[in-house]
């Protein structure tokens, strides 16, 4: 009996031994678990931890490739440059001989007899003054008479231009820092180069874009190197701030659209798609409502130009800025934008880098194109804009709308180029310009595809500063004329975007883009300083990655 309570016993205790062994195993592998689960956390905190003191900014960007396709025509015109050698030529003749020529061909003749006195005066007695002046001493008949002579020897036929396939990389590396509770930095670094060309300087072609300015190193396709397109801080306050640096005045409403992107600079795209140094002082009116009031600078005149060494009567004035940006309305459903701007002493252009085929003084072809530092001559005089954008969202539809207005004050000078918007021996006025732009976007229920359509209209002096508009022909916000647009995009992933795109370019006047020169009523053979396109097409295929 006792041997059998004593086996029942040893089963009972083996029995208890081995749940309490289970549950023991069990409770150690609970403790195992947790004490992995504390050192993923704790690995998780100190990577945390360890970025926010070792990488205190935040990297993101994108990579883009497109494949354009241009082709454009341009109608019979009469060639300014070539009129411009002649005419040159024709005051040697007659200084040299006291009398008129018979024809061009007595013209050259005589300077090949003559060639080292030739080569003499262009050297040293040609510049735009001295050809001002003379042309100023003739009486208004004789003038005509002239030019009239020389005009036919000028004439150029139309004619077709095709780039079959253009291939482009861009690369946008955005920076952004936390400074302190109140400060706050962004910047974002560009490369934009063109398949097979990195020189970084082109070949002036008559569109403003083919110059190498400040407004333009990282938005029109310039080279592989990288450059800072943006870079600033902002100080907030609880109802200001104050923002200063290289400024995000590119991609601004309604532009965004095109691109499948948020807003990405604070001027209206219609009148501002140029990169400036400047200052931006904001007001917080309300939650959906900010005004700011920027100011920048296009030119320094004190800087890089040897101005110390000119006497005062031939210095320039700096170029400067000054614009009203007042989001007025700025919802979910709906954004209305207002942009009024001056600029003021607008020079002939900005200092850069160009290689020009042809003196614009002589007219003669430059026979070994060089890179040349562009610096202004003159202070043009004022221009002012307003413009407003309306934005909305009914259902599965943005559209917007946008009217802008310009006007110029003029100071009466001219230079090689031009005025403000007058030829070079004509005495400046005052020129206003108009341009409306409408557009639509239907966004497809599987919140990946987006077509949409865009159109606008530029009267004969429209002028807006858009030289760093991603349009690659030209910037359709400046043309004069119109421009229709259809695009349509596509998010294969999330960050990873297909676009499609065509554009028609119908040019009414010479001249989109620039606020020198007269514009030309394209269907009349005008007389162009150089070749003005009178329509153009282009076709785009792009892929962008987003990081």
């Not at 300087?201 to 008559?206: E, I, L, P, Y």
């Not at 009466?412 to 007058?422: A, K």
Request: glycine share 8%; aromatic share 14%.
């Amino acid at each position: 009996m006792f041997r059998k309570t004593l086996a029942v016993f040893g089963i009972s205790l083996l029995c208890l031994t081995s749940v309490a062994f289970t549950q023991d195993a069990a409770t150690q592998e609970e403790i195992d678990k947790l004490k992995q689960e504390i050192e993923d956390l704790e690995k998780r905190v100190m990577k945390n931890e360890r970025k926010t003191a070792l990488d205190r900014i935040n990297f993101t960007g994108d990579f883009r490739f497109e494949m354009n396709s241009i082709s454009s025509t341009y109608d019979d015109f009469f060639d300014g440059m070539q009129l411009q050698r002649m005419l040159v030529d024709t005051l040697f003749y007659f200084g040299a001989t006291g009398m008129p020529p018979q024809s061009p061909e007595e013209v050259q003749g005589f300077i090949a007899q003559n060639y080292a006195n030739y080569l003499y005066y262009l050297d040293n007695v040609v510049t735009f003054d001295w050809l001002k002046d003379v042309m100023g001493s003739f009486p208004p008949e004789m003038q005509q008479a002239l030019l009239g002579q020389l005009l036919p020897y000028t004439y150029t036929p139309g004619y077709d231009y095709d780039n079959d396939i253009l291939y482009t990389n861009r690369l946008r590396l955005q920076m952004d820092a936390k400074v302190s509770d109140s400060v706050d930095f962004s910047g974002r670094l560009s490369m934009y180069k063109v398949w097979g060309d990195s020189t970084g300087v082109q070949t002036f072609n008559g569109f403003s874009t083919s110059i190498n300015i400040d407004g333009t190193t990282a938005s029109v396709p310039n080279s592989d190197i990288l450059r800072v397109e943006r870079a600033y801080f902002t100080w907030h306050g609880p109802k200001f701030y104050l923002s200063i640096g290289r400024r995000p005045s590119t991609g601004g409403v309604p532009l965004n659209f095109r691109n499948d992107e948020p807003r990405g600079g604070s001027p209206l795209g219609t009148l501002v798609n140029f990169q400036f140094d400047g200052a931006t002082f904001g007001w917080h009116i309300s939650d959906t409502s900010t005004m700011r009031l920027c100011y920048g600078v296009g030119f320094e005149s004190g800087w890089g130009n040897a101005e110390n060494l000119k006497q005062p009567a031939d210095r320039i004035k700096d170029a400067s800025f000054l614009g009203l940006n007042w989001d007025i309305v700025n919802t979910e459903e709906l954004f209305i934008q207002t942009t009024l701007m001056k600029a003021f002493d607008v020079t002939d252009g900005f200092g850069g880098l160009v290689v020009l085929p042809v003196d614009p003084v002589t007219g003669q072809d430059v026979p070994a194109p060089v890179v040349l530092r562009y610096a202004p001559t003159d202070n043009l005089g004022d221009i002012s804009w307003a413009s407003v954008v309306a934005v909305a969202h009914p259902g599965a539809f943005d559209v917007f709308g946008s009217l802008s207005y310009m006007e110029s004050d003029p100071n009466d000078v001219t230079t090689p180029f031009g005025g403000l918007f007058s030829d070079p021996f004509q005495s400046p006025e005052k020129q206003d310009g108009y341009m409306y732009y409408l557009g639509a976007r239907y966004n497809f229920a599987n919140d990946k595809s987006k077509i949409g359509l865009e159109y606008n209209y530029g009267s004969e002096y429209w002028f807006n500063m858009a030289v760093a508009e991603d349009s690659m022909f030209a910037p359709k916000t400046s043309v004069r004329g119109d421009v229709w647009e259809v695009y349509f995009t596509h998010r294969i992933t999330k960050n990873f975007i297909l676009k499609l795109d065509y554009m028609k370019y119908n040019f009414d006047y010479s001249g989109s883009g620039w606020h020198l020169g007269a514009p030309q009523e394209l269907d009349s053979t005008p007389i162009l300083g150089f070749a003005s396109p009178s329509d153009a097409d282009r076709f785009l295929l792009g892929l962008q990655a987003r990081f």
